[in-house]
């Protein structure tokens, strides 16, 4: 039962999520001035609903706080509020604000009230000045829903003098007649929910067993109307039914109530046998199939101690200052009451990996999937005709193959498409990175996404999410310039990030640019040789002494800000990236700014290889680095003065790189390049180039990537294996790192320095 | 001693196998499975007793040679060479290649007379039916594999 319930609550956090991502969209449009009617609307209905799912699963911090965002775009769509940058600014900040407590709900870290309330504020000034002098809303801590809920209580008045429920005055209370009081909480009125619901309800059981019943108001408890506080509730009904009616029935109709309503079922209207309030924790427990009662069961054990004033406290429980709140605050998330509890019981632990676990497909990419799958299986068929075919039909099972390779292919397309998703989810989370990264460094840095609907492969956007995070931080902390010097740099104040990504030669390539200071080479050198990362006298070219910042334990922030410059980030980002096959390299120049770009592979499962033959094995090279092939010419080959070759191609100079001896293994023929070897003309993605001679190019085709590095160790100018159609396991190369060894190899520097930069 | 068992058990069934002419033993239940000798793709800058990666329906591992490992004589043009795979504690899956597998025993951990140096690869000596066989450290063995990055 409670299984049922969590998959429920899992697809209202899946649903937020995508809300959440819909706002952040709209959100941003509304920042770049796109203030159409349509983005407004489509803003609003993310929070409304959130706060609707969360108002039926009982989440009651997060229905709160989206109520109050609810009201201020309300003033926004209503025209009464601009959506002025400062506004826009608000609300992006209640949107964080609203994420953390869905986060929250889900079982994550508590919210701190302290930024709820701070949040709220802001956002109820927004309609406060918008709405200028409408009167009642502006009541502090009260939700606009709470206006309507004294309206409310008059048709209901009405409805009992008029008789509405087929009361007869003289119904007679019989001896073993069954007696319902109830009172309902403000909070009750503020679900939406009204005590004439309760009334017909109970009236209808009435019905359907043959009587009856008879309501009683209670108005002891209102007081004169000059005291009356609106939003208060202090009616209680007291409701004789008629003895043929269950408790059963009864707890039924208070079903959806129970936790903001007190409710008292006594038989015989006299000897209470002590059911009163404490049967509610009973009734919850009853009532467990419907959600709010497991959230929200710590509400009537505060009931318990305070009846009396139990609308009272209920709706105290309502402004964030109160003593549950307080306590809320104090012990973390475990036994707490409110929406965190029910969640944190039990399946924390579970429900994120299973989150992880799902994946939202459009649906004609799994009609293709299917549409492959069929043609596979009558490919099978006629394989396995021809298979028993009297005369063999050699040549027909040929032609029938090569389709099926075209399918399989397809195939792999059309699974990959499946997992692909695009890079949006994450670049959207980096524009909140960078607006708390503001706010805590005082500065003013505008994002700009580009490509989001770059699809990668769904463990690579997963993955990318950390070094993103890391990079921007960064780039906000140190690369973007403090408001005064970049005005006395004839810049303007604001800052500008560019976080682009896109597909390039099979791979992609992520950019994230700022308009920074750049990096001040002096410093990175003075600090790495401080540090003891380079030699005193080591002579670095302007990109190496970039890349001193990838070395671990590197930072130049004199101070360690909260943001970064504990030297741990720029390192923990080139490890991450070089963990999913990618490559970072910086491009900055002093004064305007630095460039990182990442290129990642597009799937982390198969790549299209060109097959080749060094030392008598099979290697793999993956088809995207390979230039051009051709024969070794030996009059374009040249020695260096320390035994390096490099080879002349239409004039471009290389380092000729005999694969072989590379790669430790024997079999290279000494002598330099036979007459029948081949030269591979392969590029790093910065362009670099190298020439690689091999013995032989087998075949081109797609090959499974598989880790060695489970198992063995790393190997350098190896970057993965894979096997092949005859079962035997082949390296598929790491031509940058090949090209790299080879362009240090010709370097005329002295080679301890270079050692020092191969991190 | 050995690390290979439980406090309680003293007795752990051991695999043995020859090595040249001489005899080695490691717990059985470290072993997968026992297959012919194929084949191996020739790793760069490999260690010298690393003969290779084969293809374990799919999964990728290298086969050590133990006799280059141990550095004793292997028995010369041998038909019945076998590669034991074996999966360390800490889930590296990897070959040993040896010259045949003789049997299993039930080797008393009280038995086992531990050899001197403590990072070697033989954690002790025992002597089953008058024969005295190595007990092998898989630990070590396999973790040099894993170890540092080759440059």
């Known amino acids: ?759 | 001693m050995t690390d290979e068992a439980g406090a309680d058990t003293k007795l752990v069934k051991m695999i043995v196998f020859a090595v040249g002419e001489q005899e080695y033993c490691i717990p059985i239940l470290s072993v997968r499975e026992i297959r012919g000798f194929e084949k191996t793709t020739a790793l760069p800058f490999a260690p010298h007793y690393v003969c290779g990666a084969i293809n374990l329906r799919g999964i990728i591992l290298t086969v050590i040679d133990l006799a280059v490992y141990l550095n004793v004589e292997p028995l010369p043009d041998n038909p019945r060479r076998v590669v034991v795979i074996v999966e360390s504690r800490n889930g590296t899956v990897c070959g040993l290649l040896v010259d045949r597998v003789i049997d299993m025993a039930d080797v008393n951990l009280a038995d086992i007379q531990a050899v001197a140096e403590e990072d070697s690869s033989l954690s002790g000596l025992v002597m089953i039916a008058d024969r005295m066989i190595g007990v092998l450290r898989l630990e070590v063995v396999v973790g040099q594999l894993v170890g540092g990055m080759t440059s």
Request: with cysteine; proline share 5%.
């Open chain 1, 1 to 759: 039962m409670s299984g049922d319930m969590d998959d429920i609550l899992l697809v209202f956090f899946q649903e937020c999520e995508e809300q959440l991502q819909e706002l952040e969209r709209g959100l941003s449009a509304l920042s770049d001035g796109e203030s159409g009617k349509e983005t407004i609307n489509a803003v609003f209905r993310a929070v409304h609903s959130v706060k609707g799912g969360a108002a039926s699963f009982g989440l009651e911090n997060l229905v709160r706080f989206a109520h109050v965002f609810e009201s201020s775009l309300d003033g926004l769509r209503s025209g009464r509020v601009a959506p002025t940058p400062e506004i826009v600014k608000t609300f992006l900040k209640a949107m964080d604000v609203l994420s953390d407590l869905v986060a929250e709900a889900q079982g994550g870290a508590t919210v701190d009230t302290g930024r709820i309330e701070e949040s709220r504020v802001e956002l109820q000034a927004i309609i406060g000045e918008g709405s200028g002098s409408a009167g009642p809303k502006e009541d502090d801590t009260v939700p606009a829903d709470f206006a309507p809920v004294p309206v409310d209580f008059e048709p209901v008045m009405a409805d009992f003098d008029f008789g509405d429920f087929g009361v007869e005055e003289d119904a007679p209370a019989d001896a073993a007649s069954l007696v319902v009081t109830f009172s309902p909480h403000a909070a009750m009125y503020d679900r939406g929910d009204d005590a004439r619901n309760l009334l017909i309800g109970l009236s209808d059981v009435a019905v359907a067993h043959g009587g009856t019943s008879m309501v009683t108001c209670e108005t002891a408890a209102l007081p004169a109307l000059g005291s009356l506080e609106t939003e208060k509730s202090y009616l209680s009904w007291r409701v004789v039914l008629p003895a043929a009616v269950p408790e059963e029935s009864v707890h039924t109709v208070f079903d959806w109530v129970s936790d903001v309503c007190d409710v008292t079922i006594t038989r015989d209207g006299g000897s209470s046998p002590g059911s009163s309030s404490q049967e509610e924790p009973a009734e919850a427990q009853a009532a467990l199939a419907e959600p709010e009662a497991e959230p929200e069961a710590p509400v009537p054990a505060a009931v318990q101690a305070a009846p009396v004033q139990a609308p009272v406290a209920a709706s105290h429980a309502r402004t964030p200052t109160s003593i549950a709140e307080k306590i809320m605050a104090e012990l973390p998330p475990a036994p707490t009451p409110a929406a965190t509890a029910p969640i944190a019981a039990g399946n924390t632990a579970t429900r994120r990996p299973v989150e992880q676990a799902t994946i939202r497909v459009d649906l004609h990419r799994v009609d293709d999937l299917m549409d492959l799958v069929g043609e596979l299986v009558i490919a099978q068929a006629a394989l396995e005709s021809i298979g028993q075919r009297e005369d063999g039909g050699q040549q027909e099972m040929i032609k029938r193959i090569a389709s099926m390779k075209t399918l399989t292919r397809d195939i792999q397309d059309a699974v990959m498409a499946v997992r692909a998703q695009p890079v949006r989810s994450v670049f959207q989370r980096m524009q909140r990175v960078v607006r708390e990264a503001c706010s805590m460094t005082n500065k003013d840095v505008v994002l700009t996404l580009e490509g989001e609907d770059t699809e990668v492969d769904r463990t690579l956007v997963e993955k990318l999410s950390d070094p993103l995070t890391h990079m921007l931080r960064n780039a906000v902390d140190h690369g973007i310039e403090s408001a005064e010097t970049r005005i006395a740099a004839g810049k303007p104040p604001t800052g500008q990030i560019l976080l682009s990504a896109g597909h390039r030669s099979g791979r992609i390539l992520i950019t994230i640019k700022d308009d920074g200071g750049g990096i001040n080479r002096e410093r990175v050198l003075a600090t790495a040789v401080k540090r003891g990362i380079i030699a005193p006298d080591a002579v670095l070219t302007d990109d190496e002494v970039n890349n001193l910042i990838f070395a671990p334990g590197f930072s130049t922030a004199s101070t360690v800000s909260d943001l970064s410059g504990r030297g741990v980030g720029m390192d923990v980002v080139k490890q991450a990236i070089l963990g999913l096959g990618g490559r970072v390299t910086i491009n900055s120049v002093e004064g305007q700014g630095t460039t990182f770009c990442l290129s990642l592979p597009l799937t982390l499962a198969v790549l299209d290889g060109m097959l080749i033959v060094a030392a008598g094995s099979t290697m793999v090279v993956p088809v995207s680095s390979v230039v051009e092939t051709m024969m070794v010419n030996h009059k374009d080959i040249y020695m260096l003065p320390d035994g390096a070759n490099v080879v002349s191609i239409r004039g471009a100079c290389m380092p000729l790189i005999p694969l072989a001896s590379e790669l430790g293994l024997d079999g290279y023929k000494a002598g330099g390049p036979s007459e029948e070897d081949v030269i591979l003309v392969v590029e790093n993605e910065s362009g670099a180039r190298a020439a690689l001679i091999v013995e032989d190019i087998r075949d081109q085709a797609q090959v499974v990537i598989k880790s060695i590095e489970k198992n063995y160790r790393q190997m350098s100018g190896v970057s993965a294996a894979t096997i092949l159609g005859d079962g035997s396991v082949s390296l598929i190369l790491d031509v940058p790192a090949l090209v790299a060894n080879a362009l240090g190899r010709i370097d005329t520097r002295p080679s301890d320095v270079r050692t020092g930069l191969a991190a």
